[in-house]
C-alpha cells in the first residue's frame, strides 16, 4: 500500500528547475533511497514533502491526505520526522534534551499545566523520558546522554539528529545522506540501524544516499534523479546498471 505519492511534482528555483515533473510512490513498510549527483534535487524533494517548499504543480500525498493543504508545522503530526544534509540540533544542549525536542509532536498539556506541575503532566512527562530512553538504548547513546551537542563528534551528531527523528514515533522517516561523513564502522552501524527502524519499529523510510554499497544493503527500492527528473527506479541493482544513470554519474 502506497503511504507517500508525488504526483508530476515541480519545483523551480528563480529559472531554475529544481525538481522536474517527479512521480514517484513510497510503499508502507519499504526502505526507499532517492539517488543522483549533486545538485540533483534529491534534499529539495525532501523540502517539498516538509512543505517548506510548495510546488508549482503538481499533487503530494501522505496516506491518502493532500500534504499540500498543510503548513510546514502540521507535517510532524502526520508521522513525518526527517533529518537534514547539514546536522540541525541545538548545540548547547544535550542530547537527552535535543532528544525529548523529538516528543513535541506527542505534548497535549499546555504550558500552564507544566507550570503547575499537574499528575497528568507528571505521567506525560514520565511517557516523554521513556520513549526518549528507549531510542538512546537503541542507538547505543548511553554514553553521551548528558553531553552537550557542541562538544561531541560528527559521527555521534549524526546518530543524535536520527534519534531525535525517531523519538516521534514517526510512520515515514526521511534520511538525507545518513552515511555521509561517517567511517566504514559507523556506516556499518547505520545499516543495522536502518534495517530494525524498518523491521523491528515498522517505520517506512525515504533516504537520499550516495554510498551505493549502504543502499543495495538497506532499500528495496531506489530511484535515481538528475536535474530534477527521474532518470530511472526500480532495484538498487537494476538502478546502478541503468545506461541513463551511468552516463549521469560519468558526466559529473
Ligand atoms: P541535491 O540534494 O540532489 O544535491 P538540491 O536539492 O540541494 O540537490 O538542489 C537542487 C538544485 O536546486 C541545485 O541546483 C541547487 O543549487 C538548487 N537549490 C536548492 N535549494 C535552493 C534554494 N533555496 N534557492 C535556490 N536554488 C536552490
Ligand atoms: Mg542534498
Not at 54 to 71: C, Q, R, S
Not at 83 to 99: G, P, R, S
Not at 178 to 202: C, F, H, K, Y
Amino acid at each position: 500500500m502506497s503511504l507517500l505519492t508525488l504526483d508530476n511534482v515541480t519545483l523551480k528555483f528563480g529559472g531554475l528547475t529544481a525538481v522536474n515533473k517527479l512521480s514517484m510512490t513510497v510503499n508502507e513498510g519499504e526502505v526507499f533511497a532517492l539517488v543522483g549527483p549533486n545538485g540533483a534535487g534529491k534534499s529539495t524533494v525532501f523540502n517539498l514533502i516538509s512543505r517548506f517548499y510548495t510546488p508549482v504543480e503538481g499533487k503530494i500525498t501522505f496516506d491518502g491526505k493532500d500534504l499540500l493543504k498543510l503548513a510546514p508545522d502540521e507535517v510532524p503530526s502526520l508521522g513525518i520526522a526527517r533529518t537534514f544534509q547539514n546536522i540541525e540540533l541545538f548545540d548547547q544542549a544535550t542530547v537527552l534534551d535535543n532528544l525529548l525536542v523529538g516528543r513535541h509532536r506527542h505534548r497535549k498539556t499546555t504550558l500552564v499545566e507544566q507550570m503547575l506541575h499537574l499528575p497528568s503532566v507528571r505521567r506525560e512527562e514520565r511517557e516523554h523520558r521513556e520513549a526518549v530512553e528507549e531510542v538512546i538504548d537503541f542507538l547505543d547513546l548511553q554514553p553521551y546522554r548528558n553531553k552537550r551537542i557542541a562538544g561531541l563528534p560528527y559521527g555521534v551528531r549524526k546518530v543524535v539528529e536520527m534519534g531525535r527523528a525517531l523519538a516521534s514515533k514517526p510512520r515515514l522517516l526521511l534520511l538525507d545522506e545518513p552515511a555521509s561523513g561517517l567511517s566504514v564502522e559507523e556506516t556499518q552501524n547505520m545499516r543495522w540501524w536502518i534495517d530494525d527502524i524498518r523491521r523491528q519499529m515498522g517505520i517506512t523510510v525515504l533516504m537520499v544516499e550516495h554510498d551505493m554499497g549502504l543502499v543495495s544493503k538497506v532499500c528495496d527500492r531506489v530511484l535515481a534523479l538528475a536535474d530534477g527528473a527521474k532518470l530511472a527506479e526500480g532495484t538498487p541493482q537494476e538502478v546502478q546498471n541503468h545506461p541513463a544513470v551511468i552516463e549521469a554519474y560519468l558526466g559529473t
